[in-house]
């Protein structure tokens, strides 16, 4: 019985092919917003995630604070107040695990007949642990180099890139500032940073080689920063009301008087950047599915059409013994068959759309079985929904009246 309703509903629709084809229309692009709306947050996500892992895990980054000079507040790190001797103490705090103090800088750095301006970032061997960064080639400066100051340097993809281009740049020596560095790695890839910096555009020098021999210092010892490492999730905010302590014995910071110094926790920060990714993702989403919305009121137009042009059919079918439900399940097959087919090509034009799309933003879209199944479920639904009042408005028909409609 279902068989022949299903050849009868495919009947009626090959009948009417440019109608039944206008109905699906608004079916094949409510799913395919959605499913090219969904890949595109779903990208969004996955790039927000890959940045986050890229910078490290359980991270702050403490900053020298604002002081105040003739009467006048300066910015945050305007004056150096931390120092490699703050960074060594916090080292020892029992919710932290590695840190690295820092000493950045730009400088102009010459290899043969190329140049390139780049970020100088004076560290430690930690640097590399706290942010999760593998070399590709060579080997990272030591606790010696640190300690001797030595012009080593390890250089970012970017930087490789714009100096040596094919060349392998490890043993090679570069310029800084008119000083000799020999480079003893190459870092790995990282990408883009949270805010579109380039990871990669980068050297680390030992970071005593960057205050003595690059930047100088404006009192011995003194840096811009210092990152730190918790040694878990769960520590992080015993961490930094450690640090917290700490500072404001090293300093000589009394209760009441504002810190020179300012502590951001990173894993909060990339939560949030992670959580209004996911939120723009359903809103993309959301808005895409009113396409469906639009798309089921369709069908329940045209499926009212099809009632009124069938009115003298539907009284036959009553006349000879067809009963309520074989009527209402007639109407309703052939709204869930207009329903279906629309969202099966809706989701063969929804992939197309996001490769497209894909070909012009700077990030990849990603497919979730989840997402198709979404809309091709919500699709289903919405031709059901739509189609019930006018099946139900087919299956209620007195014969006697039916049979009279012109």
């Given at each position: 019985?279902?068989?022949?309703?299903?050849?009868?509903?495919?009947?009626?629709?090959?009948?009417?092919?440019?109608?039944?084809?206008?109905?699906?229309?608004?079916?094949?692009?409510?799913?395919?917003?959605?499913?090219?709306?969904?890949?595109?947050?779903?990208?969004?996500?996955?790039?927000?995630?890959?940045?986050?892992?890229?910078?490290?895990?359980?991270?702050?980054?403490?900053?020298?604070?604002?002081?105040?000079?003739?009467?006048?507040?300066?910015?945050?790190?305007?004056?150096?107040?931390?120092?490699?001797?703050?960074?060594?103490?916090?080292?020892?705090?029992?919710?932290?695990?590695?840190?690295?103090?820092?000493?950045?800088?730009?400088?102009?750095?010459?290899?043969?007949?190329?140049?390139?301006?780049?970020?100088?970032?004076?560290?430690?061997?930690?640097?590399?642990?706290?942010?999760?960064?593998?070399?590709?080639?060579?080997?990272?400066?030591?606790?010696?180099?640190?300690?001797?100051?030595?012009?080593?340097?390890?250089?970012?993809?970017?930087?490789?890139?714009?100096?040596?281009?094919?060349?392998?740049?490890?043993?090679?020596?570069?310029?800084?500032?008119?000083?000799?560095?020999?480079?003893?790695?190459?870092?790995?890839?990282?990408?883009?940073?949270?805010?579109?910096?380039?990871?990669?555009?980068?050297?680390?020098?030992?970071?005593?080689?960057?205050?003595?021999?690059?930047f100088g210092s404006q009192f011995q010892g003194t840096v811009k920063m210092i990152m730190a490492q918790a040694i878990?999730?769960?520590?992080?905010?015993?961490?930094?009301?450690?640090?917290?302590?700490?500072?404001?014995?090293?300093?000589?910071?009394r209760e009441g008087d504002d810190d020179d110094f300012s502590?951001?926790?990173?894993?909060?920060?990339?939560?949030?950047?992670?959580?209004?990714?996911?939120?723009?993702?359903?809103?993309?989403?959301?808005?895409?599915?009113?396409?469906?919305?639009?798309?089921?009121?369709?069908?329940?137009?045209?499926?009212?059409?099809?009632?009124?042009?069938?009115?003298?059919?539907?009284?036959?079918?009553?006349?000879?013994?067809?009963?309520?439900?074989?009527?209402?399940?007639?109407?309703?097959?052939?709204?869930?068959?207009?329903?279906?087919?629309?969202?099966?090509?809706?989701?063969?034009?929804?992939?197309?759309?996001?490769?497209?799309?894909?070909?012009?933003?700077?990030?990849?879209?990603?497919?979730?079985?989840?997402?198709?199944?979404?809309?091709?479920?919500?699709?289903?639904?919405?031709?059901?929904?739509?189609?019930?009042?006018?099946?139900?408005?087919?299956?209620?028909?007195?014969?006697?009246?039916?049979?009279?409609?012109?």
């Open positions: 019985m279902i068989g022949s309703m299903l050849y009868e509903a495919l009947s009626a629709m090959i009948a009417n092919r440019m109608r039944s084809f206008l109905t699906m229309l608004g079916m094949m692009i409510g799913v395919a917003a959605v499913i090219v709306m969904s890949a595109i947050g779903t990208g969004a996500q996955a790039a927000i995630h890959e940045s986050i892992a890229s910078m490290g895990s359980n991270l702050f980054i403490i900053l020298s604070g604002s002081t105040t000079a003739g009467g006048a507040r300066m910015g945050s790190g305007a004056t150096p107040t931390l120092t490699i001797a703050d960074a060594q103490a916090i080292a020892d705090l029992p919710a932290i695990a590695t840190v690295a103090p820092n000493a950045p800088g730009t400088a102009q750095v010459i290899y043969g007949s190329n140049n390139w301006s780049t970020t100088i970032m004076g560290s430690t061997p930690d640097m590399l642990t706290i942010r999760n960064w593998e070399l590709e080639s060579g080997y990272p400066f030591s606790d010696t180099d640190v300690r001797g100051a030595t012009r080593v340097a390890l250089i970012g993809q970017t930087v490789a890139q714009n100096l040596f281009g094919d060349e392998d740049p490890v043993g090679k020596i570069v310029r800084i500032k008119q000083g000799p560095y020999q480079i003893v790695g190459v870092l790995a890839t990282k990408g883009q940073s949270l805010d579109g910096r380039d990871q990669d555009d980068t050297i680390i020098v030992p970071v005593t080689t960057a205050q003595r021999k690059l878990s999730a769960e520590e992080m905010d015993n961490a930094e009301e450690q640090m917290t302590q700490l500072l404001h014995q090293r300093h000589h910071i502590i951001r926790n990173l894993a909060a920060m990339a939560a949030s950047a992670a959580d209004t990714a996911k939120i723009m993702s359903l809103m993309l989403g959301a808005i895409a599915s009113i396409s469906l919305l639009v798309g089921g009121i369709g069908i329940m137009n045209i499926m009212l059409v099809s009632v009124t042009e069938r009115t003298r059919e539907i009284g036959i079918r009553i006349a000879i013994g067809a009963h309520e439900r074989d009527i209402l399940l007639q109407f309703l097959l052939e709204a869930l068959m207009i329903s279906l087919i629309g969202s099966f090509m809706g989701i063969l034009l929804g992939v197309v759309g996001a490769l497209i799309a894909e070909a012009f933003l700077p990030m990849k879209v990603i497919f979730t079985a989840q997402s198709i199944l979404t809309a091709f479920g919500v699709a289903a639904t919405v031709g059901i929904f739509f189609g019930f009042y006018p099946a139900k408005k087919a299956a209620k028909m007195e014969p006697i009246e039916a049979l009279r409609y012109q």
